[in-house]
């Protein structure tokens, strides 16, 4: 097929159908029909959506794509108004390598599995708190948002121990970075939000450099490699990166394992099921549903296609997870099966530094929520669960529950 005689979306399909839990029904309808298809970015550029498993997962991994912020175009529409802007010093979220890989390198041996396992006793002690305290608010029967008491700050207390935010200051930098997600924010606001962040990750780094710590940003700090800005800006990125995500995932996790009462009875009769779970949850919700976004480097191929660089391509994760090129029966939920290799965390260089932290955190959410309120259950009806349809990552704007 010749590039116009290809279907063209106007924009990514971000609508979801009747099950809050399925990708949005017309990026399914387009990968059977054109796993590779091209799209209206927001700002009109023309340029490609990829849906099919093998041909997203063979692009990640392809080193003629770029990443650069400056040459990448949102597939979706954001608060803030232009977002082909320069790349700040240690923004490597949005680097190629060799500058990606300097700065990956030096914060990718905090998140190993090794050391991911030895804050598994401190994620368990500080996830009983606070469901201790979300328990307590839902005492006398009143439902709770499992989000904002339980979820939130259960992202919050991970990322924050393993970067070394003060307890007393987490709940400032969670709000913070909340207000960068919020649909209700304007540009402003947006930008208001980071230059906060930026501001208290600032004086972190000052009390750093006056009394050493041996947590991330401390190390970082003690090693000198990076100068103030740099810091300030990897510990942004790894704040915004690990909390939404991981908040999210647990809400939403805890949502379609209440609306499988068959999974949610497997998993308790079995909790050694949970490793699997947490990947077959991955997988199924693929909560960055606005998926991978890269440019073209070079003119280049792809499944026959012919593009140009410069070209945008956005990458969707969800329509790879569900695509039956990936596993059988794509659409049904079973945390009996072998994890397959999804692409929930993206694949290839950029692929989700902090995954063994998600996982923990994951498991250890789960694992608790159902030992300890085993009545867990929805306090108002499910079609009522307002749903980030729009946002990048997906999720819902409360869970209330009761137990
Ligand atoms: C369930 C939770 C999470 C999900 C589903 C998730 C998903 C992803 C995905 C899909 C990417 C790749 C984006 C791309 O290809 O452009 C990514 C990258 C990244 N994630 Fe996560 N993530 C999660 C939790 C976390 C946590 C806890 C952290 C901790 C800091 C984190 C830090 C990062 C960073 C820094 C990157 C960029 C890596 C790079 O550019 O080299 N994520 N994540």
Request: hydrophobic share 45%; charged share 20%.
């Amino acid at each position: 097929m010749t590039p116009t005689a290809l279907p063209t979306t106007d924009g990514l399909p971000m609508t979801r159908g009747r099950c809050p839990f399925d990708p949005a029904p017309g990026l399914t309808a387009l990968r059977a029909q054109a796993p590779v298809a091209r799209m209206v970015f927001p700002d009109g550029h023309v340029g490609w959506l990829v849906t099919g498993y093998e041909t997203v997962r063979e692009l990640l991994a392809d080193g003629r794509l770029s990443s650069r912020g400056d040459a990448l175009r949102s597939p979706i529409p954001l608060p803030m108004a232009d977002d082909r802007t320069e790349v700040a010093p240690g923004m490597f979220t949005a680097m190629d390598p060799p500058e990606h890989t300097r700065y990956r390198r030096k914060v990718a041996a905090w998140f190993s599995a090794r050391r991911t396992r030895t804050l598994e006793p401190l994620l368990t002690a500080l996830a009983e708190q606070h469901l201790d305290a979300m328990t307590a608010k839902g005492a006398d029967g009143t439902p709770v948002d499992l989000l904002t008491e339980f979820a939130e700050p259960m992202a919050a207390s991970a990322i924050c121990e393993l970067l070394g935010v003060p307890v007393a200051e987490r709940a400032h930098f969670a709000d913070c970075v909340k207000r960068l997600f919020s649909v209700h924010s304007s540009a402003e606001d947006a930008i208001g939000g980071w230059q906060t962040i930026g501001g208290l990750l600032h004086g972190l780094i000052r009390a750093k450099k006056a009394e050493p710590t041996d947590d991330l940003l401390g190390t970082l700090v003690a090693e000198g490699d990076l100068d103030d800005a740099e810091l300030v800006t990897v510990g942004t990125v790894l704040l915004i990166a690990g909390y939404d995500t991981s908040a999210n995932m647990i809400t939403l996790g805890t949502f379609a394992l209440l609306q499988h009462p068959e999974q949610l009875a497997a998993l308790v009769a079995d909790p050694a099921l949970a490793p699997n779970a947490v990947e077959e949850l991955l997988r199924y919700l693929t909560i960055v549903h606005a998926g991978s976004i890269r440019a073209a480097g070079e003119d280049m191929e792809i499944a026959g296609h012919r593009v140009a660089a410069g070209d945008a391509i956005s990458l969707s994760l969800a329509a790879a997870n569900r695509d039956p090129a990936l596993v059988a029966d794509p659409d049904r939920l079973d945390i009996t099966r072998e994890p397959v290799a999804h692409l929930a965390f993206g694949h290839g260089i950029h692929q989700c530094v902090g995954q063994q932290l998600a996982r923990l955190e994951l498991r250890i959410a789960f694992e608790i929520l159902l030992r300890r309120l085993p009545g867990l259950r929805l306090a108002v009806p499910a079609d009522e669960i307002r749903t980030r349809a729009e946002m990048i990552i997906y999720g819902v704007h409360e869970l209330p529950v009761t137990w």
